[in-house]
């Protein structure tokens, strides 16, 4: 089975990397489970203090394998965690403790903007493009975009954004905070780890102690909210919306949708 995410160690960073560049590094369930274990290597290894996260190929991700995906969704919803690893999203068990600087390009779809979200840090290169387009299939975002996408970037901005399901640039996503850095896509990786071994040179407990206080006040809110995602997603997965949204996908058909 080919190998969907790989996680090396440089210094105290280590670099998790998404490895599906011949689907747009697209998640079907094992890149999901790979990227869990790879956060729980980051969280269980005291020599590791930052996570890097870059892709290989042109695109950082499509998003959601919906072909490979959606069969797997159940009565309780969708648990792409396997024992003992860590949700990359924050949502089905707490986030990692350590920082996560992301280094993107190229599509940035759905689950890769939650996965910004839920990191710390990220620099785009200027050619990225990003979409939270879960509405345009029936669903709603069940990453953390919901969670977090207004208080990162305003209230308007979210919505702007998740309601129409539209594209928007890099431009765009550093103006309103999505990411930190806009920098050509030549560079967009080496930046990152620049970034990130910043990070790791600096006093570790205090790192630590700056992440966790922060955290501990951005989340306060999100524990209801949290609760009602898989709830949301199994409703919406059972309506004839979504199964119109999942038929496009493999049609390439436009969906009408009929709000039922």
Known sequence: MTQR???????????????RADKRNAADMQMLEELAHAY?????????????ITADGDHFTGGLDLADIAPRLTAAGLNIVPDGAIDPWGVQTDPVS??????????CFTLGIELMLAADIAVAADTSIFAQLEVQRGILPFGGATLRFASRCGWG?????????????????????LVQEVVEVAQVESRGLEIAQRIAAAAPLAVAATLRNSRLAARATEQAAIAQLQPELVALMQSRDARAAFESYLTKVPPVFEGR
């Open 157 to 177: 901005n979210a919505m702007r954004w998740m309601l129409t399901g539209d594209t928007f640039d890099a431009n765009i996503a550093h103006a309103m905070g």
């Open 98 to 107: 350590k920082p996560v600087v992301m280094a993107v390009k190229g599509t």
């Open 5 to 19: 995410v790989s996680a090396t160690p440089d210094g105290h960073v280590l670099v998790i990397r998404l490895t």
């Open 40 to 52: 729980a290597q980051l969280e269980a290894d005291p020599q590791l203090r930052v996570g890097l």
